[in-house]
């Protein structure tokens, strides 16, 4: 299949957290032919390969978010400015002067420009923060943002950019790898795995809502109740700020498996087979001791009666911010990594973890 083509769309989406209907329907759009989809109330897609499941075999789940951090409408000013709160992390200093696409109560996509004060206004030693920031859709007034642009509080907010991919130099530059090179990569496992005898279950499944607290990994895991769970993640790149010795994210050099976050200790007997598995194989991976930040492992593990769960991370450098820079060949390399998994993984094996 065309990965850039897949990655490109599913990058592009309108998807913040609550409002990841545009991304679900690029991936329905990308699913093997003759998946069985459905779509659940909080905006989870499921993809099985297959009508029916084995109940004799266990079940890994596939997963990756479909949000990417955005912001919404909180009120229109006066003079037809836009405040705005945020859905996710964002770190101020990136958002000033740059574009963002407002999806407004007729479902049509607004350009706005998130403004701070100018620095021929004294502005110049002022603290940066979001509260002091609005979004100027080019409005003269309170009622022109809502009557002419039928904007509204509550409209939600992605940021505006392109995708770029230099195919030579091994490098793609867009908003929202956190996380739909996750989504991509489900879909086009889901792909390689479809025609295989397999001695496990497989479901993928994109789950919502990630970047507001792993909402929709939480729904997926009841519905689903895997044995194990392979969660795909856009996992920050350290290696343009970090010291040498603790660089453990790098472009180019393969998938990211963290061994902890904030959020989960990796199953040590999961995490240790798939590193063996990707040794035997020659695939490379980074290994990573995180001090910050979580996955929607956090949500998975803990669910039912605790899950072995690993994350495989595609590395980007300048997440959560609206241009950021991945690796093709990080994104192949976690693919091939999961569905080597997959084909490698039966009852005894899971038994033993």
């Known amino acids: ?78 003079n037809g400015t836009l405040s705005f709160t945020t859905l996710g992390d964002w770190v101020p200093h990136v958002l000033p002067s740059q574009k963002v696409s407002i999806k407004n109560l007729e479902g049509e996509l607004i350009t706005g420009v998130v403004a701070t004060r100018p620095p021929h206004f004294g502005a110049a030693d002022e603290p940066l923060s979001i509260g002091g920031m609005v979004i100027d859709i080019g409005a003269i007034s309170k009622e ?4 002419a642009f039928k904007i509204a509080p509550a409209c939600p907010i992605v940021p505006l950019t392109d ?20 989504c991509a990569a489900v879909l086009e496992v889901m792909h390689n795995i479809k025609d295989l005898q397999l001695a496990v279950n497989v479901v993928g499944a994109l789950s919502a809502q990630e970047e507001v607290g792993m909402r929709g990994a939480k729904v997926v895991a009841n519905r689903i109740k895997p044995d194990l769970a392979i969660c795909f993640e856009g996992t920050p790149a350290d290696d ?80 959560h911010s609206h241009n950021s820079i991945a690796s093709l060949s990080d994104y192949k390399k976690g693919v ?12 005894d094996i899971y038994e033993s973890f």
């Not at 592009?12 to 990841?20: C, D, H, I, N, V």
């Not at 022109?144 to 009557?147: H, K, L, N, R, S």
């Not at 793609?172 to 956190?178: L, N, P, Q, W, Y």
């Open 163 to 182: 995708f770029e991919h230099d195919a030579i130099h091994d490098i793609m530059i867009s908003k929202a790898f956190d996380c739909r090179l996750g």
């Open 240 to 319: 343009t700020f970090a010291q040498e010795h603790l660089i453990q994210t790098r472009l180019k050099h393969g998938p990211m498996l963290r061994h902890i976050d904030l959020g989960m200790i990796t199953h040590p007997r999961f995490i240790r087979f798939a590193l063996n598995l990707a040794k035997e194989l020659s695939i490379p991976v980074q290994e990573a001791v995180r001090t910050g930040g979580s996955t929607n492992g956090m949500s998975i593990h803990m669910s039912n009666l605790g899950v072995p769960t690993i994350v495989i991370g595609h590395p980007v450098r300048y997440g």
């Open 144 to 147: 022109e943002a809502e009557m």
């Open 336 to 347: 091939q990594l999961a569905v080597e998994i997959i084909k490698a993984m039966n009852k």
């Open 1 to 78: 299949m065309e990965s850039i083509q897949m990655i490109k769309e599913l990058t592009m989406a309108f998807g913040a957290p609550g409002f990841e209907d545009d991304v679900l329907a690029v991936a329905r759009k990308y699913a093997p032919a003759g998946s069985r989809i459905v779509e659940d109330n909080t905006r989870n897609l499921y993809i099985c390969p297959k009508n029916e499941q084995n109940p004799d075999l266990p079940t890994i789940l596939v997963d990756a978010h479909s949000d990417e951090v955005g912001l919404m409408v909180q009120a229109i000013k006066p």
